[in-house]
């Protein structure tokens, strides 16, 4: 099973423009580890949003 491109581009930008890591170092995160910092992220997006 392949993992969408869109998608994957999606995370990578995400992270690294919240956590300014390289995108290197975003792939080198196995997919489980990368989707949980993308849900923390998005988390404390909407903590500091007030949501």
Do not use: C, K
């Not at 993308?38 to 500091?48: D, G, M």
Request: charge should be negative.
């Amino acid at each position: 099973m392949t993992y969408a491109a869109d998608r994957l581009y999606e995370e990578v930008a995400y992270v690294a423009y919240h956590f300014h890591w390289s995108r290197d170092d975003i792939l080198d995160l196995e997919h489980p580890e990368r989707l949980r910092f993308v849900a923390q992220i998005a988390r404390l997006n909407s903590l500091a949003s007030g949501r």
